[in-house]
Nanobody, 117 residues
């Protein structure tokens, strides 16, 4: 079964950290770019950052310097390390696997991150 499953969300205080994971099954994970998106209530889904199949990373300006994206191809898992969290980081976070050459675009179910005191 082809799927991505996110985990690691939860409630954290401002300034705290969380580490999200995105575990893949049914795909050749190493050949996929992994994108992380988030969607806050009443807002459009936005791209937080990505890691290519080659391991290159890019980040949105809103999270640059606070979030770190990595991948472990041996474990078919991607990670989003979130530090110095702010209330405005509150959202549902989604991972997306993209392999343009094959026309494959897979979404996880999302995980809630709430930053509040």
């Amino acid at each position: 079964q082809v799927q991505l499953v996110e985990s690691g969300g939860g409630l954290v205080q401002p300034g705290g950290s969380l580490r999200l994971s995105c575990t893949a099954s049914g795909i050749i994970f190493s050949r996929y770019d992994i994108n992380w998106y988030r969607q806050a209530p009443g807002k459009q889904r936005e791209l937080v950052g990505k890691i290519t199949s080659a391991g290159s990373t890019t980040y949105s300006d809103s999270v640059k310097g606070r979030f770190t994206i990595s991948r472990d191809n041996a474990k078919n898992t991607g990670h989003l390390q979130m530090d110095s969290l702010k209330p405005e980081d509150t959202a549902v976070y989604y991972c997306n696997g993209l392999r343009r050459l094959m026309g494959s675009n897979i979404w996880g179910q999302g995980t809630q991150v709430t930053v509040s005191s």
